[in-house]
């Protein structure tokens, strides 16, 4: 190697030739190029960070200088391909060295950002270098890259730091009202400041960027706040002191500004002030804010003391700190004298414990305060006082202070204690008439009552005196004919039976209309109910009447007693063929129905989800007169003799009974519609209960053993013997005693067939005893009014079975069936 070439070399040169870089890297130095002795011995002995790019793979070499830029690559990179050495950075680099190999032409750039691996991450770091062509001898070919660089990261981002800390400052002092700053050279007489605070006090800001004598500044400032400034001034000079003065600055349009300044003087140490730097504040909108405040709260206190009322106010533990002038001219008291819980001396001695015991209250909830009490007023005398009061709170719901008035009432008292004995006169004299009232509003109740009572019992004696005519005429006569030895005697049997079912049927409609017959609710399908209704209607009304039933899908349930709607559907079915005499149609519809509280309230109903069943006829019609009262007892349109004007009000008192609404709707010579409402039902759905209209009578088994407990011989008689026709065996007793010792003597008793009011034991009080001696034991009970023995609000109790009197075989017979074989029992 060229011993001349290297010198100079230092530690890269001796690791040059301790590698043999003329034999690995660059060939022989006979090969050399006169163009890379060169650049080498450059390279070698400069103290610029040199590198030079070789051959066609662009072989790296490069001096000491360059070194710590190779970092942690050096000496590795030393005869590496730049590929591998950069390959970091190759991606930026390769267009740049591939256009001077190509082209010829060299490539300068300035904080060219280079992502370089360093310590393990990639930091973008920033560069200016140059690369330069190194050609052959003829300098038409490129042997290589002259590379000088150096790294500009550091000087930027200090560059930027810098910046960023300009930018903050004058962010911070832009957030500041017409914030400014001046630096004042008091040997010098010049006041250096920024735009801002030139701006404010009406200097050119340039003028003040080079610097303005102290009396520029001076000439802004309000003369009548000028000497006391100055004054202010000179003492910080000889002190040394904090300047902090706040007074008006004239504005070059005329306006007025308000500035706070201060800065302290920095004083030589013979006392010779030398610096005085500072800053200003523009404070016109807090002035502003100071002098509105100060004008609010000096109308404020005008409108207190100008009314009426007597104002105070507390802190939030209740310690009363303000009142207003008027306080003091009712009482009479010093100013201050009543603030804290003085305030109480002031009331009655018979009201300071209330009061204070209301106020303690109030404070400890934060409920309006509200009392009337007696103040000492400034005559010594003691006035009524209303006294009101309402806490203040913030956002987070916590009492900040309290306002309270005081008011005046005495007149008001006063007033009120004669309107008192004046109303105590009035309401005497109102007992006295309303007593008079109520006794003559007695008495025509009572003679409306005896009017009803006579309409009732005469429309009963009459009906009942035809149907026992009936009953005593067919018993005369079977007696004779049968003494006779005549056997034609089926005609008075049925006369009289015909009036006895009359009478039984009277006496229903009469406790329905009362709203006094046991109901036995159950859920009805009333689209089942009236589809299973319709051959008998048929046959009830004759073929002359056409019955169609319109069924509304989706029908919601009721909870009502199946029988009595069966019966009530019946009679109002009868009552259609009886208004349609010539014949014509009927027409029988189901529907869901919601009454609204308007229509509730006019017809006396609750509001809510109904089912409607609705019967239209095409008969005669009713007018007005008639419709006021259809549902009247014993009131008919009907010829004497063909009904007894029970019918609707059986329905009606019925309907009522189960929570419905029964409304008519007529029109002479159009025909009527009667709709039923019944509440609609939300449980769950039980098992149906197959129609109870029949005329067979299911026959007993032997082996089915029923007591009979019935206190009237004549009816138990008839029981028993009805019972053992209808194939059951039959046990009697006169009372409960004898029919709980039966029980307790066999097991073998199925069913207790019992009258519910017995002297002595009632049939309730027998069932539930014998209940607990027999769990199973199946119980009917049979009665002719049941004074809420087993019935309450109108309804059997749950699980209980009744049979009414009167009643037929063929009744006595389904019922006794019904007991023993209970429906989820046939289904199941």
């Excluded at 060229?2 to 022989?28: C, H, I, N, V, Y």
């Excluded at 001096?63 to 710590?68: L, V």
């Excluded at 603030?339 to 204070?356: I, K, L, S, T, V």
Aim: proline share 4%; aromatic share 8%.
């Amino acid at each position: 190697m060229d011993k001349q070439f290297l010198a100079g070399g230092g530690e890269l040169g001796e690791r040059m030739r301790a590698m043999d870089w003329s034999a690995t890297a660059l060939g022989p130095t006979t090969s050399w190029p006169p163009t890379l002795k060169m650049a080498l011995n450059l390279c070698l002995n400069t103290q610029i960070p040199t590198a030079i790019y070789w051959g066609s793979e662009l072989r790296l070499l490069y001096n000491d200088a360059w070194a710590p830029i190779a970092g942690e690559k050096h000496p590795w990179a030393l005869g590496r391909p730049a590929r591998e050495v950069w390959a970091d950075i190759w991606h930026v680099i390769e267009s740049q060295l591939t256009n001077v190999l190509t082209s010829g032409e060299g490539f300068s750039v300035k904080d060219q950002m280079l992502p370089m691996q360093r310590g393990g991450r990639v930091q973008n770091t920033r560069w200016d270098y140059d690369f330069t062509p190194l050609f052959d001898q003829t300098g038409a070919e490129v042997l290589g890259i002259f590379n000088q660089g150096n790294e500009t990261t550091a000087r930027l981002n200090a560059e930027r730091a810098l910046r960023a800390s300009e930018e903050r400052l004058e962010y911070a002092l832009g957030a500041v009202n017409s914030i400014g700053t001046w630096d004042w050279d008091v040997v010098n007489d010049k006041i250096t400041s920024d735009a801002r605070f030139a701006r404010l006090y009406g200097v050119d800001p340039e003028l003040a960027a080079k610097g303005s004598s102290v009396k520029d500044f001076f000439s802004g400032i309000h003369p009548d706040d000028l000497p006391r400034v100055r004054e202010a001034i000179e003492h910080a000079l000889k002190t040394g002191e904090r300047f902090a003065e706040e007074y008006r600055l004239t504005q070059a349009d005329g306006s007025l500004r308000w500035v706070s300044a201060q800065g302290r003087c920095t004083l030589a140490p013979d006392g010779t002030p030398l610096r005085f730097p500072g800053i200003s504040i523009d404070i016109s909108d807090r002035v502003e804010a100071e002098n509105a405040l100060r004008a609010s709260e000096e109308r404020f206190q005008a409108i207190v003391d100008s009314i009426d009322q007597m104002i105070w106010s507390t802190r939030p533990d209740g310690y009363h700190d303000y009142y207003n002038q008027r306080w003091y001219d009712f009482t009479g008291v010093p100013e201050g004298s009543t603030d804290g819980e003085e305030w109480n001396g002031m009331f009655h001695p018979d009201d300071q414990d209330r009061a204070w015991a209301v106020w303690e209250h109030c404070l400890q909830t934060g409920e309006p305060y509200h009392i009337e009490y007696r103040l000492r007023h400034r005559s010594g005398h003691y006035r009524w006082v209303l006294g009101r009061a309402q806490a203040v709170r913030d956002e987070q719901g916590a009492v900040t202070r309290w306002f309270g008035t005081c008011t005046d009432i005495q007149e008001i008292v006063d007033a009120r204690e004669v309107l008192a004995r004046s109303r105590e006169e009035l309401e005497r004299a109102v007992k006295e008439r309303t007593a008079a009232l109520m006794q003559a509003e007695e008495e025509l109740r009572q003679a409306q009552k005896m009017e009803a009572v006579g309409q009732l019992t005469g429309g009963i004696a009459h009906d009942f005196n035809n149907m026992l005519a009936v009953i005593l005429g067919g018993l005369n006569l079977l007696e004779r004919r049968l003494k006779r030895g005549e056997t034609d005697v089926e005609r008075y049997i049925e006369a009289a039976r015909d009036s006895a079912n009359k009478a039984a049927a009277l006496t229903h409609r009469l406790l329905a209309f009362s709203r006094r017959q046991p109901l036995s609710p159950e859920v009805i399908d009333p689209n089942r109910m009236v589809a299973g209704m319709s051959e008998i209607l048929t046959r009830t009304i004759g073929e002359q009447i056409v019955v169609e039933t319109v069924l509304a899908a989706g029908l919601w349930k009721t909870h009502a007693d199946a029988v009595q709607l069966e019966q009530a559907v019946l009679n109002l079915a009868v009552n259609a063929r009886d208004a349609m005499a010539e014949g014509g149609q009927l027409t029988i519809e189901t529907a869901n129905a919601h009454l609204d509280d308007a229509y509730a309230q006019e017809n006396a109903t609750k509001p809510g989800q109904y089912v409607l069943i609705a019967l239209t006829d095409t008969g005669s019609g009713m007018s007005e007169e008639v419709l006021a009262k259809a549902f009247d007892p014993f009131f008919t349109t009907k010829a004497v003799g063909k009904g007894t004007g029970l019918g609707l009000s059986q329905v009606f008192g019925f309907v009522r009974q189960s929570g419905g609404h029964v409304k008519i709707y007529s029109e002479i010579g159009q025909g009527t519609t009667i709709k039923i409402y019944l509440p609609r039902y939300y449980g769950e759905e039980t098992a149906n209960r197959p129609s109870t209209v029949t005329e067979t009578a299911p026959r007993g088994m032997s082996e089915d053993v029923v007591l009979v407990v019935e206190d009237d011989e004549r009816v138990r008689a008839f029981s028993v013997e009805a019972l053992i026709e209808l194939g059951y065996t039959v046990l009697q007793a006169p009372n409960g005693a004898a029919g709980l010792k039966i029980i307790e003597e066999r097991d073998d008793i199925d069913l207790l067939f019992t009258d519910v009011v017995m002297p002595g034991m009632t049939g309730g009080e027998l069932a539930k005893l014998a209940l607990q001696r027999r769990p199973g034991l199946k119980v009917l009970f049979t009665t002719g009014f049941t004074r809420n023995a087993i019935v309450h609000n109108g309804v059997l109790d749950p699980g209980t079975h009744l049979i009414q009197k009167p009643f037929s075989i063929e009744q006595l017979a389904v019922k006794i069936r019904d007991v023993l074989d209970p429906i989820e029992a046939a289904a199941g």
